[in-house]
């Protein structure tokens, strides 16, 4: 481990081209997780031809002293529940996006848990509006139904609400998993309110070390907050229309330090998808919005200069929207790069920044 | 909470008192609304928490409950979750649950060494668990205050106050660190010593005491205020002491 993190490896076409045929293998990702501590980063240069590989840890190098990066601060809910219909068939109800006032709204599963890969879970039980349904300690009644798609109501007041979703709610999670994710290790070094139906993990390597050390450097830290929905929902003709809207609210600090970067030629680096999709659909203007573009290589950044992201395959939503900032075959080599160093495409694993 | 509310922090912000159901915690959970926080007010015991959500409430001022035991780390993630999703982003938060491990109160040669973990679960890791949650989002805000309820016992080693002087001399310590790493950020970490209260902790402590020479939480509560709003006079990182403290003019 040591010995990889020691100096970066610079590849330039050629070279690493060799290396990957002498070693034999092909762009394909480790799976594991990394201790937040531990990421490792793939760097892109989107001017030149450069790919390096570093510890994440040198970020702040990495950026000049002009830049601003841009952090999702949504926390991650305990968004998945068991629940039960009137005549007692069980289902899970895995929140799409933030609690609004008594009104969940998310999606349903059959039967089983995580364990099971999310396309071969059992149908979930049909439930029409009007249907009362139990969730943990609450009650809810249907008020949209469509398809696995529902908003629930719940009776009580927000206190009980909220009471009943985290002691009942696990966070969301998926079958190459085996164990139960703690809600804690879903949560960023700097999450603030429970918006998220999973989370904007790009920021988990982001310790203090490395924020404070971003400070330092010169390069500012802002927020935004952005429903982070789901990546799966076990129906492939949801998945197709995946991401949904998506609730982001970003403060007018935020707008303005984009605009003092604009001003003195820094670059705008987003930490995640959530944040360039957040960032992009608001055109720069500060206050809460709905997020409904879908990004991918044809679409032209507005604000966003730069990515950090976790490591995509070809094939993945997530590298066709790293399209917008890199050309493919750059990316290619980036993942090459990854994967005859053995880095990790885990959404709990490595990364790679595009700038 | 008049003097408070003339001074310049902005009041109408989230936040999260531990220990609020009662004694100073409550004060300072009503002193908080009454200038127009969102309270979010954290107890063990849902009943007696109720009221004081109610009583609020029936002031015009918005309160939320949540029942989760800080000793729990289990439970702090949960606590925190709720209170941003019932009252939104922490600006101000105020670590007041304590215990005093088991009374009448033991020599230190007499306290159980399970006994004095529990005090320190309680009243030092527990809520450093909570800050290391809140106090990161505080610092990409560029402001927030974070206040530990702290006691002349952090300071002078009273026989028999072993445990709790203990974890309330680390208390000060843990905050005195913070600060010092998150100088120049904009977030302040204070120590507070409330000074003896007419409270049922003291009761349990001191049950001879003679009440009329002990402060009213609400009294207390005011000042405490006015320390959060007044960043000058408590700076990131200063043990403030509440008898001593003048209030501004």
Known sequence: ?355 | MTIASQLSINWGQGALITGASRGLGRALAEALAANGARVALVAREPGPLGDVVAAIRARGGIAHAIAGDISDPHAIHRIAGQAQGLVGEIGIAIHNASTLGPTPLRLLLDTECEDLAAVLETNLVGPFRLTKILLGAMVLRGSGVVVHVSSDAAIDPYPTWGAYGVSKAAQDHLARIFAAELSGTGVRVLSIDPGEMDTVMHAEAVPDADRATLSRPAEVAAKILEMISDGERAPSGARLVVPKWESAS
């Open chain 1, 1 to 355: 481990m040591t010995a990889r993190y020691a100096g970066a490896v610079v590849g330039s076409p050629g070279t690493l081209t060799e290396s990957i045929r002498s070693s034999g293998r092909s762009t394909q990702l480790a799976t594991d997780e990394v201790p937040r501590h531990r990421v490792r980063l793939i760097a892109i240069d989107r001017a030149s031809d450069h790919v390096s590989l570093r510890p994440f840890s040198e970020l702040p190098g990495l950026l000049r002293a002009d830049d601003l990066v841009v952090v999702n601060d949504a926390a991650t809910l305990p968004g998945s529940l068991r629940g039960e219909t009137a005549d007692g068939t069980s289902f899970e109800l895995r929140l799409s996006g933030p609690i609004d006032g008594s009104r969940l709204t998310g999606v349903l599963l059959g039967e089983g848990d995580w364990h099971t890969r999310t396309e071969h879970r059992a149908s979930p039980p049909r439930l029409d509006v009007g249907a009362r349904v139990r969730i943990g300690t609450l009650e809810a009644r249907v008020s949209t139904s469509r398809g696995r798609r529902v908003e629930l109501d719940v009776t009580c007041g927000a206190d009980s609400l909220w009471q009943a979703l985290y002691a009942t709610g696990v966070p969301v999670q998926y079958a190459h998993r085996d164990e139960q994710l703690a809600l804690w290790s879903v949560q960023t070094s700097y999450a603030s309110r429970p918006w998220a139906a999973e989370m904007p993990s790009a920021g988990r390597p982001l310790t203090w070390k490395v924020l404070l050390g971003l400070r330092r450097a010169g390069i500012e830290i802002a927020t935004l907050t952005h429903a982070a929905g789901l990546s799966s929902t076990g129906d492939d003709a949801l998945d197709r229309a995946l991401p949904w809207p998506e609730n982001y609210e970003i403060p007018e600090r935020t707008t303005s330090a984009i605009a003092r970067t604009r001003a003195r030629g820094g670059r705008v680096i987003a930490i995640g998808t959530t944040v360039v999709r957040a960032l992009e659909a608001s055109g720069g203007e500060a206050g809460s919005g709905v997020a409904r573009l879908r990004l991918d290589a044809g679409h032209a950044l507005r604000i966003v200069d730069g990515l950090v992201s976790g490591l995509h395959v070809p094939g993945e939503s997530h590298f066709e929207l790293l399209g917008a900032f890199a050309p493919r075959d750059r990316l290619r080599r980036a993942l090459a790069l990854a994967a005859a160093n053995g880095l990790s495409g885990h959404e709990l694993g490595d990364a790679w920044l595009v700038v």
